[in-house]
Structures are given as C-alpha cells and as structure tokens.
C-alpha cells in the first residue's frame, strides 16, 4: 500500500508539489508567530518567577501613574508583616523609547538593596551597586550585548555617562534588558521628583501575601496593591489575548493550505475515477481505497510539516542572529512548539483528505469505469 501511495505521488510531482508547499506556508506561520508567543510566555514565567515573593504596591492612580512617593516606602515598612519595603522608578533607556515588554529600561533601585531586588540573579562580572555609588550601573546581557560594553565602559543615559561596575548572568527575563542605576540618580536624571513607578514590599516569613497585600491597601493611604496571585492572573491574561491573536493567525494561513490539500485530492479523485473502478473490480475494498487516498494526504501534510518546519527554524534562527547584536532576543522554538506544529500538519493533510477519500471509497466499479 504504501508503495502504491509514494508512487501516485510521485506520478503528479508538479501538484504535489505545490500542495506541500501551501501546507508548509502554513506551518512556516505557525513555528514563526508560535515562537513569539513562546518567548514571551517564557520571559514571563522566569521574570515572575525571580519577583514571586513581592508584593507591588502603586499609587491610587494605577501602574506607573507617578502619584506614589519614596516616602511611602517607609508607610508600607511599618505595616505588620512587612519585612522590607523600597521604592523602584522603572523608565525606558532610549530617549524617546516607551515602556514595552521586552524594551530596554532603567531600574532606579537604592544601590544598598541592588542585590535584594536583583536576587536570585547573580553578576557573571563585577559587582551589584552598593552605597556610596552615584553615576555606576549594573546592566543585564542583552544591554551589554546590544552597546558592546562590559564591566569598566561606560552607559549613557540622557546625556549622563555611568560606569558599569557589573554585568548580570542571562536569565531570560526583563532583567537582561534593564540596566539598575540608584534611584536617586535616577529620579534627577528623569526629573521626577521624589516620585517613583512602584514600591516591592517583602513579607516576612510565613506571612501569605495575598493577605499582606489587602492589609497594606487598607493601612496606606492613597496606595493600591497587586499580590504575587493578583499579578500572575493579569499577566497570563494579557499574555493569552496575546497567544490567542497570534496563534489564530498562524492557523488561518495553515487552513489555507489544507484547502489545497482538499482541492488537490478532489482533483486527483477525479482524474482517477476509473483506476478506482479497476482497483474495486479486482477485489480492492472500500477501506483500501479510503487508506490509499488518506495516506496520500497525510504524506503531503507531513512533507509540508518538515518543510514549513525547516523553513520557519532557519528564518527564526537569522533573524535571533540579527537581533541579538541589538540585544533582543524575540523568537523561541520549543520542543513543545514543534510537536503542536508536526502534529497540526498532519491532522490537517489527513482531515483535509478524508472527503475526497470517502467520495473516491463509495463509487460502485460500474459506476467508475463509465465516468469520462
């Protein structure tokens, strides 16, 4: 049987073919658009990962709506169970840029607590800010990567020059993109004032945070709380929308290429209309039929799998190439990645091949040898 399907494939190289290389479209938009969505839920899952433990507190007005002071900081610190508390004023790096996910941005941090925020990451070169640092910086490797500096060069910010005393291990997270400069520095250097993005409140041991979280709402005056649970929730569903928007385009442009499949093997039903009639009049069962036709749409949904696979890896490897000396890595393909897509073809090849097969299984032989 299988001789049989390999060699009708072969008799129609042309519309094979072009077949394979409408499923294989689809499957080169699915690893590309797919990895995206990969990279991005990675770079979530370890960047919330490194912040579980810490409870964001923000100003009334919301995230990143500038209404809360280094002076809460010290509010929050007396609220029982609150173990440490310091505020953070989060700021895009490039004059001009704009906070985004994966975009370059400064960290002002209390060069004393550089190590507490940054922890469980460690440097891979010099050393974490520490008191006394004015106009030093500690950068992560996409930054480092990106300008082609290290430990000694020097970070202009805003027409400011600092000197990186550290470059942090990649984690595969927003602080490989982020350079943590002292906040005060930092809050001249955006002229804002005492202001400052957010505060990280820590608990103390065996205290839950969602409690905390409300307990800090309720004692601070004019502040808001995301607990570590508040904030998974909203992240994965932005990160869903976010999935959903590229996956389902990716899969549009594969069910356009199962269509050819489903068009290709309409036609090749029809053209062998009477070699159907032949194989039945020599005794050939309706289910011989049905596997030959589906055999060969499922072989033309995985030749387009390996394709569009193959392709879409290379192109995703060149442009990772590319990216990686501006310091940003976008695409991440995972075995998880490869199976779905491997898996998808397939099932598309054989879905799209079962109508023509059952219209190819049902013909009676007299009916088949008088077609013309």
């Known amino acids: 049987m299988f001789d049989i399907?390999?060699?009708?494939?072969?008799?129609?190289?042309?519309?094979?073919?072009?077949?394979?290389?409408?499923?294989?479209?689809?499957?080169?938009?699915?690893?590309?658009?797919?990895?995206?969505?990969?990279?991005?839920?990675?770079?979530?899952?370890?960047?919330?990962?490194?912040?579980?433990?810490?409870?964001?507190v923000f100003g009334s007005s919301g995230v990143f709506g500038g209404s809360v002071t280094t002076g809460k900081a010290a509010d929050v610190r007396k609220v029982p169970g609150v173990k440490d508390a310091y505020g953070l004023l989060m700021a895009p790096l490039e004059e001009g840029g704009a906070m985004s996910f994966g975009g370059n941005q400064i960290v002002g941090l209390p060069p004393e607590k550089s190590q507490t925020v940054l922890d469980p990451v460690r440097v891979k070169e010099g050393r974490f800010l520490m008191r006394g640092d004015r106009y030093e910086t500690v950068i992560g490797t996409s930054i480092a990567t990106q300008y082609k500096i290290g430990v000694g060069d020097r970070l202009e910010i805003r027409d400011k020059y600092f000197t990186v005393v550290g470059v942090l291990e990649y984690t595969g997270s927003f602080f490989d993109s982020s350079a943590a400069v002292p906040l005060d520095i930092a809050?001249?250097?955006?002229?804002?004032?005492?202001?400052?993005?957010?505060?990280?409140?820590?608990?103390?041991?065996?205290?839950?945070?969602?409690?905390?979280?409300?307990?800090?709402?309720?004692?601070?005056?004019g502040v808001?709380?995301?607990?570590?649970?508040?904030?998974?929730?909203?992240?994965?569903?932005?990160?869903?929308?976010?999935?959903?928007?590229?996956?389902?385009?990716?899969?549009?442009?594969?069910?356009?290429?199962?269509?050819?499949?489903?068009?290709?093997?309409?036609?090749?039903?029809?053209e062998r209309t009477k070699e159907f009639g032949i194989l039945k009049a020599m005794g050939a069962e309706e289910g011989d039929i049905l596997m030959m036709t589906v055999g060969e749409a499922a072989i033309m949904g995985l030749l387009g799998g390996l394709l569009g696979l193959?392709?879409?890896?290379?192109?995703?490897?060149?442009?990772?190439?590319?990216?990686?000396?501006?310091?940003?890595?976008?695409?991440?393909?995972?075995?998880?990645?490869?199976?779905?897509?491997?898996?998808?073809?397939?099932?598309?090849?054989?879905?799209?091949?079962?109508?023509?097969?059952?219209?190819?299984?049902?013909m009676s032989p007299m009916e088949a040898l008088r077609y013309e």
């Open 310 to 362: 193959a392709c879409g890896w290379g192109v995703v490897y060149a442009m990772n190439m590319w990216l990686a000396g501006k310091g940003i890595v976008l695409f991440l393909i995972t075995p998880r990645l490869v199976i779905i897509a491997m898996l998808f073809a397939i099932l598309l090849g054989t879905l799209s091949g079962i109508y023509p097969a059952l219209r190819a299984s049902r």
């Open 187 to 221: 809050q001249d250097v955006y002229d804002m004032g005492d202001m400052v993005s957010m505060i990280f409140a820590i608990p103390e041991d065996g205290v839950d945070g969602d409690v905390l979280a409300r307990r800090i709402k309720l004692s601070v005056e």
């Open 224 to 270: 808001d709380t995301l607990s570590p649970t508040e904030l998974e929730k909203e992240a994965r569903q932005s990160l869903m929308i976010f999935s959903v928007i590229t996956v389902s385009a990716a899969v549009l442009a594969a069910i356009i290429g199962g269509l050819s499949v489903m068009n290709t093997m309409l036609m090749s039903v029809m």
């Open 5 to 56: 399907i390999l060699r009708n494939l072969s008799q129609r190289k042309v519309r094979t073919g072009l077949t394979v290389f409408g499923i294989a479209l689809g499957i080169f938009a699915v690893i590309v658009m797919g990895s995206m969505s990969e990279n991005f839920n990675q770079t979530f899952e370890t960047s919330f990962s490194l912040t579980a433990d810490k409870i964001r």
